[in-house]
């Protein structure tokens, strides 16, 4: 955000996020509450709604790394099917995403009155996101941050899950 944010604010933040997430679609609860702690912690709205979208695609982006690592290791010791053949049946779900983006991509560049509420706030936070991205700093930080926050939550799943007895498992 420009300054420094309290560390333990901060981690409360995070932490209700996670509780809010149970509760809230995708990563709507992540956006939200990110804005508004940015904007109660001085930073411009034009700022914070640049940068919560931001966090949260890198955050797509590491969870599609880990993933995508996952599926190759996974798939290397295993016989018959592969994680590449399970992906077929997923195509009528992403072809319904696409008519959406199509259909909001027509409706923002042929409807006066939607592309007037759209657009603006859009180039703002698109300036604010580039602002970001054209810093190594901030990218390493928002990246890493991403990736050390999805490997610790994976390792204290795996300890929780190597922790329980054997037979409790099945």
Do not use: C
């Not at 008519?99 to 007037?116: D, E, H, N, S, Y």
């Amino acid at each position: 955000m420009g300054k420094p944010l309290p560390w333990w604010r901060t981690t409360q933040l995070q932490y209700a996020i996670q509780l809010f997430a149970l509760a809230t679609p995708g990563d709507s609860a992540r956006l939200l509450m990110t804005v508004d702690y940015a904007e109660k912690s001085g930073a411009k709205r034009s700022e914070a709604v640049g940068k919560a979208p931001l966090a949260t695609v890198t955050g797509w982006v590491v969870d599609a790394l880990v993933l995508a690592i996952a599926g190759v290791a996974v798939t290397a010791g295993a016989h018959g099917s592969s994680f590449t053949n399970e992906l077929g049946d997923a195509w009528p779900l992403v072809a319904a995403m696409a008519g959406v983006l199509v259909v909001g991509v027509l409706a923002i560049a042929f409807v006066p009155k939607i592309r007037a509420r759209v657009v603006p706030p859009l180039v703002s936070t698109l300036t604010e996101t580039w602002r970001s991205l054209k810093s190594p700093r901030q990218v390493l930080e928002i990246f890493g941050g991403g990736l050390l926050e999805r490997l610790a939550f994976s390792a204290s799943v795996l300890l929780i899950v190597a922790s329980l007895p054997a037979n409790k498992l099945t």
